[in-house]
C-alpha cells in the first residue's frame, strides 16, 4: 500500500511535509474531483496517509528505516551543474471548501446518512487543521451548501451547527452576512431546535406513526392490508391535516410518507372492491345470475364513481369561482370574501326560495299571474327563474369545500327524494330549488353561520349527519350511505319507493358512524403503543 500511496504522490518515500504537500498539489492539478471522483479520492487518501507516517518518523528517528535515507541521494561533489535560471517556486496547496463539501455530498448520496456522518469526522479534522483566517470562508461555504439542499439529514446539520455555530454564536453575522445569517436562522432553527410538539398533533399522528413502525418491523402482508382497510378514512383525514411538515416532526421521513400515501390510496381501492363485491353478491341473490349481477354491480360503481367526481368538480368550480388571467394577472372572483358578508347565506337562500317559485309560477297558466309579476313575459320567467337560481346557489354556498363537495355530491339523492314527495304538487323544476336550499341550509347550520336550536334542528338531521361524516372522516365516507341508496336502486327489480331510499340513506348515516367507530377502535388497538408526549 505504501508504494502505491509514493506512486499516486509521484515522489519518493520521504519525511519532508513540504515536499509532500507540493506533490499533492502538483498531482491536484490533474485529478479534479469534478473529473474523475474516484481517482481523486484515492490521491487524497495517499496524501493523508504519506502525512501521518511523514509525522511518524519525525516522531520517532529511531525506528526510521535505512531504506528511506538511501532514497534521498546526496548532491553530486565533484560535477556540479552549471547554474540556470532560478525555478519559479511550487505553490503551496490551498485547501477549498468546494472539495469537502463535493466529498461529503458524494459519500451522502452513494451510501446514505450514515456514511456521510463517518466522512464528516475526517472533514472536520482538516477543517479544525485550517488557520482561524480563513473560518468564515469555511463557514460561508458550508451554510450556501446546508440551504441549497433542504434535505440534509438533521444530525448533520446539528454537527454543521456545532462546528461552525451558526445558531448560537454572535459573530456569525458578522462572518457570513445579515442575509445569509438570516436565512440559515429561518431555515435551520426550528429544525436544529424544535418546539414541543403538540399533544393534539401527537394524537392525530399516532395511527400514521403506529402503522409505519409496524411496516418497519415487519408486519405480516394482510395485517397491514386489513389496517388500511379499516382505518383509510382516519389515515387520509389526519395525514391531510398535518401535512408534510409536521410528519417530518413526528419523525416520518420522506420515504415513510410515500409509504403511507401508497398504502392510503390502496386502502380506499380495497374499500371500493369490497363496495363492488357486496353489490355483486346483492345482485346474485336478487337476479339470480351472475352476468346480470355484475352488469348492475358495475353500473353501480361508475354511476357512483360519476357522482363523486361531477360533486367534486362542479362544487370547486362554484367554490372557486371563474378564473380569468391576462398576461401576469389573475383575475378571480371574491366568492369568500363576498360570502362573508352579515346577509349571507339567509340572502342567497331567499333568492333561491323566489327562483323556486318563479320556476312554479312558469308552469302555471298565463292567467295565473297577478300583480308585478302579470306584466313580466312568459318566456321571461323562466330566465330570472336561473338568474336568481344562480346567484342564491353562489351566495349560500358553504365556506368549507368539504361541505360544498357532500352538497354537490349528494345532490342527485336529495333531489330525487324532493321530486318523489313533491312532485305530484310541484314541478320538477321548484322540487330541485327547494333540495338545494334544504341542504344549504343545514350547511349554513353546521357553519354555524345561522342559527337553529332544539326541534328546529330534526328536519335537518340527515344532511347534518352526512356533514358530520365528512367532517370526522372524508368525503367518500360522507357519500357512502348515499351510495348505499343508489346500490337498492340498481338492484331493485322495478321502481324504487322514496321511503325506502331515504331510509336507507338516514340509517346509513347512523350506521356508517357506528361501523367506522367500531372499526378505527380495533385498528388502533392492533398498532403499537405511541411514545409518551
Not at 55 to 73: C, D, F, L, S, T
Not at 96 to 114: F, N, Y
Not at 299 to 319: D, E, K, P, R
Amino acid at each position: 500500500m505504501w508504494e502505491e500511496d509514493w506512486a499516486r504522490l509521484g515522489i519518493d518515500a520521504t519525511t519532508d511535509l513540504a515536499a509532500i504537500k507540493k506533490a499533492y498539489a502538483a498531482k491536484l492539478k490533474v485529478t479534479r474531483p469534478d473529473d474523475d471522483a474516484e481517482a481523486y479520492q484515492a490521491l487524497r487518501a495517499a496524501y493523508e496517509r504519506a502525512q501521518q507516517w511523514a509525522k511518524w518518523q519525525r516522531e520517532n528517528p529511531e525506528e526510521q528505516p535505512a531504506v528511506i535515507a538511501a532514497a534521498e541521494p546526496a548532491p553530486p561533489v565533484e560535477q556540479q551543474a552549471p547554474p540556470a535560471e532560478e525555478a519559479e517556486p511550487v505553490p503551496e496547496y490551498v485547501l477549498q471548501p468546494q472539495h469537502l463539501i463535493h466529498e461529503l455530498e458524494l459519500h451522502w448520496r452513494r451510501t446514505g446518512e450514515a456514511a456521510l456522518l463517518h466522512a464528516w469526522a475526517d472533514t472536520r479534522r482538516e477543517l479544525d487543521q485550517q488557520p482561524l483566517s480563513r473560518q468564515a470562508e469555511f463557514s460561508a461555504a458550508f451554510a450556501q451548501w446546508a440551504l441549497s439542499l433542504p434535505t440534509l439529514p438533521d444530525e448533520f446539520l446539528k454537527a454543521l451547527d456545532a462546528q461552525f455555530g451558526w445558531l448560537n454564536d454572535f459573530r456569525t453575522e458578522r462572518q457570513l452576512g445579515v442575509e445569509l445569517a438570516h436565512a440559515l436562522h429561518d431555515a435551520f432553527d426550528e429544525r436544529l431546535r424544535p418546539a414541543p410538539i403538540p399533544a393534539p398533533v401527537h394524537e392525530l399522528g399516532a395511527p400514521l406513526v403506529g402503522l409505519d413502525a409496524l411496516q418497519q418491523a415487519g408486519g405480516a402482508w394482510w395485517r397491514l392490508q386489513l389496517l388500511l382497510l379499516l382505518l383509510q378514512p382516519t389515515l387520509a383525514r389526519n395525514q391531510s391535516l398535518l401535512g408534510a411538515q409536521w410528519l417530518r416532526k413526528l419523525g416520518l421521513d420522506l420515504h415513510a410518507q410515500r409509504w403511507l400515501d401508497a398504502g392510503v390510496k390502496r386502502g380506499l381501492w380495497w374499500r371500493v372492491g369490497l363496495a363492488g363485491a357486496l353489490c355483486f353478491g346483492g345482485g346474485l341473490l336478487v337476479f339470480g345470475d351472475a352476468i346480470i349481477a355484475g352488469a348492475h354491480a358495475l353500473g353501480w360503481l361508475l354511476s357512483t364513481g360519476a357522482v363523486m367526481l361531477v360533486g367534486l368538480f362542479a362544487a370547486t368550480l362554484i367554490g372557486v369561482g371563474p378564473t380569468l388571467t391576462h398576461g401576469q394577472k389573475r383575475l378571480a372572483l371574491p366568492l369568500e370574501r363576498w360570502r362573508r358578508h352579515s346577509m349571507q347565506p339567509v340572502l342567497g337562500l331567499v333568492w333561491l326560495l323566489f327562483a323556486a317559485w318563479l320556476a312554479w309560477l312558469s308552469e302555471q297558466e298565463p292567467a295565473a299571474g297577478s300583480g308585478v309579476l302579470s306584466v313580466i313575459p312568459d318566456w321571461l320567467l323562466p330566465w330570472a327563474c336561473g338568474l336568481f337560481g344562480l346567484a342564491g346557489l353562489v351566495a349560500a354556498w358553504p365556506l368549507l369545500p368539504l361541505h360544498g363537495w357532500v352538497v354537490a355530491g349528494l345532490s342527485p339523492l336529495v333531489g330525487f327524494l324532493f321530486i318523489a314527495a313533491l312532485g305530484r304538487w310541484l314541478p320538477e323544476p321548484t322540487c330541485l330549488l327547494l333540495a338545494l336550499a334544504w341542504m344549504l341550509l343545514a350547511a349554513a347550520v353546521h357553519e354555524e353561520r345561522v342559527r337553529a336550536t332544539g326541534f328546529a334542528l330534526w328536519p335537518l338531521r340527515p344532511m347534518l349527519n352526512a356533514l358530520a361524516l365528512a367532517q370526522r372522516w372524508t368525503y367518500s365516507v360522507a357519500l357512502l350511505p348515499m351510495a348505499c341508496a343508489a346500490a337498492y336502486i340498481a338492484l331493485n327489480d322495478g321502481p324504487a319507493r322514496a321511503s325506502t331510499v331515504f331510509l336507507i340513506w338516514v340509517f346509513g348515516n347512523l350506521g356508517t358512524a357506528w361501523l367506522q367507530d367500531k372499526a378505527d377502535a380495533w385498528a388502533l388497538k392492533q398498532l403499537p403503543a405511541p411514545a409518551a408526549v
